[in-house]
């Protein structure tokens, strides 16, 4: 069992930038894929980031060259850097882990993994 908390999240203007976190409970080894959700009231969760444990990532196309994905092994971590935030983006923002056997073109799907922290809102104010 993983358990997973992000923290982070706020309100910003259009623009502004947040950094998240999320923080695993025991050491995610190299097996574990990560991933950063979100969602609005009434809408499916959506993929926007997620990488391997090699390091590799893949990003939804409505926030690519503005959030950065990123983790620490070390620090049993995961990141989103998120850049030039628009009302679009705001939302519910969940971290997952996975250690199943996958394929890269499924990372943001969220049916690919099995563990989900509660979640941390962004607000951004036009």
């Known amino acids: 069992q993983v358990d997973l908390v992000e923290s982070g999240g706020g309100s910003v203007q259009t623009g502004g930038s947040l950094r998240l976190s999320c923080a695993a409970s025991?050491?995610?080894?190299?097996?574990?894929?990560m991933g950063w959700f979100r969602q609005v009231a009434g809408q499916a969760r959506e993929g926007v980031a997620a990488?391997?444990?090699?390091?590799?990532?893949t990003y939804a196309d409505s926030v690519k060259g503005r959030f950065t994905i990123s983790r620490d092994n070390a620090k049993n971590s995961l990141y989103l850097q998120m850049n030039s935030l628009q009302p679009g983006d705001a939302a519910k923002y969940y971290c997952a882990a996975g250690s199943r056997p996958t394929y890269f073109s499924r990372l943001l799907q969220r049916q690919t993994y099995n563990y989900w922290g509660q979640g941390t809102r962004v607000t951004v104010s036009s």
């Open positions: 025991q050491y995610i080894s190299s097996t574990y894929y």
């Open positions: 990488i391997t444990s090699a390091g590799d990532t």
